[in-house]
């Protein structure tokens, strides 16, 4: 499986982005979708997941701001990021779980940079 990340960029503080993953490859069946993030100098973090056909999990730093979703049918997640803060710098990666067998799928980042 191969996830292709887009969507970043540079934005202004209290603008918004949408992000963009989209997997591909021999794919069964994609249990969990989400996006995580790695700030310079701190450890890759999760941001968002979202199960197929479960609720979605937040990070508490971005409720109410961020959104995950994903379709299903073409295999792509997205997270529309609003009201974007300069905290939320850093380079965004997609990933893809498969529970049986267990296999964990990484795109490659995108960056995100939130500046004035």
């Known amino acids: 499986v191969q996830l292709q990340a887009s969507g970043g960029g540079l934005v202004q503080p209290g603008g918004s982005l949408r992000l963009s993953c989209a997997a591909s490859?021999?794919?069964?069946?994609?249990?969990?979708m989400g996006w995580y993030r790695q700030a310079p100098g701190n450890q890759r973090e999760l941001v968002a997941t979202i199960p197929s056909g479960g609720a979605a999990n937040y990070v508490d730093s971005v409720k109410g701001r961020f959104t995950i979703s994903r379709d299903n049918a073409k295999n792509t997640v997205y997270l529309q990021m609003t009201s974007l803060k300069p905290e939320d710098t850093a380079v965004y990666y997609c990933?893809?779980?498969?529970?049986?067998?267990?296999?964990?799928?990484w795109g490659q980042g995108t960056q995100v940079t939130v500046s004035s």
């Open positions: 990933n893809a779980q498969v529970f049986f067998p267990y296999s964990n799928y």
């Open positions: 490859g021999s794919i069964v069946r994609i249990n969990v």
